[in-house]
């Protein structure tokens, strides 16, 4: 047999096991980005009921028997005791009764989609007539619907995973690459507030607590891959793009609300960067920063395990440059 028909075999097996896992990639990932997007409902989502006892009572129990395990209710006293639990981000929303009827108060800043669905709740309460609502912590004029703060946001997760690939592919040594990540975390930080803030629109807290929160996340995701690609190599960068893209994002919410995706996986996607760093974000934006303490832990958490790996970690050295045959490689330098 020819010796050019024996040589075709292998690489034509090769492209066919290529098409077949990516493939099966393919079928692990659309339903990964797609369910929790198409079952968007609900789940022990907390809201409030204010008003006296007996009515508030009664308004709780409507609410439960007409939705059954979507809320987690807790019952205050007024409006003023409801309008702090917006601002503190104990609740999505209040129904407060009054003597004219029920009145909802949202935080459109928290989840614009959760502030819709709440309304038409309110509406379902009322017999179908119109509910009074009155925004306590509106989201961006400029980003009614919160559509530009999550399309903003998932380029930071992608430069970050670029970020931390490159890093330990390109550069040797180990010190290197922790002066790499920090200053790609300030000037991720600073550019990402400036985009966001200045020149979108998207966000309107403090200028400096946005990008410190911006650059907190960037070195999170970032160290996270590199830290991994350190101690295992190229596998390593493998498993920081899972964590922080391709499960990671799917599983934030940043458009949503942790407690509108199918639990446990919008709870275990605020253990991941992209989540954290989402709801950190919005802490910082829109209430100066109550409800981001978890977030900030979580993010400071990946962001020093990942430095430590990094600086540690021995199989560190990027592959050598290919070179021809006969010549000598070049020795690894150490940090």
């Known amino acids: ?80 005791a409801a309008d702090r639990a917006l601002r503190d981000r104990q609740v ?30 309110a509406g379902q309460l009322s017999g179908g007539r119109p509910v009074p609502v009155v925004a306590v912590v509106p989201a961006d ?6 559509a ?9 997760a992608m430069a970050s995973l670029l970020a931390g690939a490159l890093l330990v592919l390109l550069v040797r040594g180990r010190v290197a690459r922790v002066v790499g990540l920090l200053a790609y975390a300030v000037l991720a930080g600073a550019a990402g507030a400036a985009v966001l ?64 995706l199918p639990q446990p996986w919008g709870a275990v996607g605020q253990w991941l960067p992209v989540g954290a760093g989402g709801t950190l974000l919005r802490a910082t934006a829109f209430f100066d920063g109550a409800g981001g303490g978890t977030a900030l832990a979580v993010l400071a958490g990946y962001a020093v395990v990942g430095l430590l790996l990094t600086l540690l970690a021995r199989g560190a050295a990027p592959s050598p440059a290919a070179v021809e045959p006969g010549e000598a490689r070049p020795a690894a330098v150490a940090a």
């Open 148 to 156: 530009g703060f999550a399309a903003g946001f998932l380029p930071f």
């Open 1 to 80: 047999m020819p010796a050019t028909s024996v040589r075709s075999h292998p690489p034509a097996r090769l492209a066919l096991l290529v098409a077949v896992l990516a493939v099966v990639v393919l079928a692990l990932l659309v339903p990964l980005f797609a369910a929790p997007a198409a079952n968007l409902a609900p789940r022990d989502l907390p809201v409030a009921v204010a008003g006296p006892p007996p009515v508030a009572g009664e308004l709780a129990d409507r609410l439960a028997a007409a939705h059954p395990g979507a809320f987690e209710v807790t019952t205050l006293a007024d409006a003023a």
């Open 92 to 121: 999505y929303a209040a129904f407060v009764a009054g003597p004219d009827g029920v009145t909802l108060h949202t935080a459109p800043a928290a989840s614009p989609t959760v502030a819709a669905l709440l309304t038409e709740a």
């Open 141 to 146: 004029p400029d980003d009614p619907r919160g």
């Open 197 to 260: 803030h200045d020149w979108l629109g998207v966000i309107g807290g403090d200028r400096l607590a946005e990008a410190r929160a911006i650059g907190l996340f960037a070195l999170a995701a970032a160290a996270t891959v590199t830290g991994l690609g350190a101690l295992l190599g190229r596998p390593g960068i493998g498993l920081g793009a899972l964590l922080v893209f391709l499960v990671g994002n799917p599983l934030s919410a940043v458009s949503a609300a942790p407690e509108l």
